[in-house]
């Protein structure tokens, strides 16, 4: 089946622009985080939603950043009055049950393919 | 706050060898993922080590997990150049999974 998905895959803005960035996670997926990677770094919890609930946004870096998934499925990461230090790639990913469920039935979580974001 | 360490972050390794890579990580957790990420691609899932004494082994990769200990190694044996990749280990914290920052590995003939 069609994994993880991602749009645009690059994005270029001018400082100060809005963006938004799209995922449609792998269908039946309850879990989905979104992620921030710097160049060179390792991915950088943003936020965690379990079906439509917004159950933990607290790495969000500022009240620029804001996403929803209004249905359970696809979700919208958006920023607004873009800055230089926004540039990195944004990845999403999902995974199966509700990520809080502990015991062997937990399983990994699924990455798309990541937004690189360019803020010049 | 929970922080999670990887030694070494950069390694350059002779094809044929051997070399084990570590993390570290701060706080209680029972499960550690590790992932695999090629220059310009998106992270693969290689391992889910879901209680203490974990050991999983695909191809020549293979890691474990020691909870009491918070420590889990990735072992490599007889690295070929298609391994060269970055690998990052990663632990889950509530509703949030906190990752390493990673090992690039160079596998040199």
């Known amino acids: 089946g069609a994994g993880v998905s991602q749009s645009p895959r690059y994005k270029v803005a001018k400082r100060g622009q809005d963006v938004a960035l799209r995922c449609d996670p792998i269908?039946?997926?309850?879990?989905l985080f979104w992620y921030q990677q710097a160049l060179g770094q390792g991915p950088e919890f943003l936020t965690y939603?379990?079906?439509?609930?917004?159950?933990?946004k607290s790495g969000l870096p500022s009240d620029r950043f804001f996403a929803e998934r209004p249905e359970g499925s696809v979700s919208t990461l958006k920023i607004q009055r873009t800055q230089q230090e926004d540039s990195a790639v944004y990845l999403c990913?999902?995974?199966?049950?509700?990520?809080?469920?502990?015991?062997?039935?937990?399983?990994?979580?699924?990455f798309g393919p990541g937004t690189r974001l360019t803020v010049l | 706050e929970l922080k999670v360490e990887q030694n070494p972050l950069f390694l350059s390794m002779q094809e044929g060898k051997n070399y084990t890579i570590y993390c570290n990580y701060s706080?209680?957790?029972?499960?550690l993922y590790w992932y695999r990420q090629d220059p310009g691609k998106s992270l693969e899932s290689l391992f889910v080590?879901?209680?203490?004494?974990a050991v999983k082994q695909e191809g020549r990769l293979m890691a474990s997990l020691d909870t009491k200990a918070r420590l889990s190694t990735l072992h490599i044996t007889a690295a070929v150049h298609d391994l060269s990749a970055t690998y990052f280990c990663?632990?889950?914290?509530?509703?949030?999974?906190?990752f390493g920052p990673g090992t690039s590995l160079s596998v040199i003939p």
């Open positions: 990913a999902s995974a199966s049950p509700p990520f809080r469920l502990a015991g062997p039935r937990f399983d990994t979580q699924y």
């Open positions: 269908s039946g997926h309850v879990s």
């Open positions: 939603f379990q079906n439509e609930a917004q159950l933990d």
């Open positions: 706080t209680t957790s029972d499960r």
């Open positions: 080590l879901l209680s203490n004494g």
């Open positions: 990663a632990v889950p914290l509530y509703d949030k999974v906190i």
